[in-house]
């Protein structure tokens, strides 16, 4: 088992015998959709950490988009829900890059690879990705691959 499966397992547990509802539901949650995404495919696999990250940042996402929807929708119980279980998720995800820290990334990613205009935006953003490893939102690396391609 990866270290931050087990590290959710166990503060999940914790989170039980504390009788923290919302801890609780949500790592149980986040676990399931890591469960989820060890059988998917044509055989069952252990995730490694960095697969495990990828499956939290999703769930975070989810759980951003879902309370941006409630809000919208005029629910803000239910936002205020989303937006806590969202909190709890990013504890254990890297921290997210800042907008100077991203731009440095993205240029010296373009550089080494030579990347050049539009055309190009497909592999400048496999290479910008690898560069931020999770640390940022693809909608983020996008912007910020297309800003400097196009300038």
């Not at 504390?18 to 949500?26: I, K, M, P, Y």
């Not at 995404?37 to 999703?58: F, M, P």
Request: net charge positive.
């Amino acid at each position: 088992m990866s270290t931050l499966k087990e590290s959710l397992s166990t503060d999940m547990r914790a989170a039980m015998k504390a009788r923290d509802e919302l801890v609780t539901s949500t790592l149980r949650l986040a676990l399931a959709a890591i469960g989820n995404a060890e059988v998917a495919g044509k055989q069952k696999r252990e995730l490694s950490d960095a697969e495990v990250t990828a499956v939290l940042t999703r769930e975070a996402k989810k759980r951003r988009e879902a309370a941006t929807a409630f809000a919208d929708a005029g629910r803000a119980e239910q936002a205020a829900r989303e937006r806590a279980e969202g909190d709890v998720l990013e504890r254990y995800l890297p921290a997210q890059l800042g907008d100077a820290e991203l731009a440095g990334l993205v240029a010296g990613a373009l550089a080494a690879g030579g990347f050049s205009g539009p055309a190009q935006m497909g592999p400048a953003m496999k290479a910008a990705q690898a560069a931020v490893a999770g640390r940022a939102e693809g909608g983020r690396v996008a912007a910020e691959v297309r800003r400097q391609l196009t300038a």
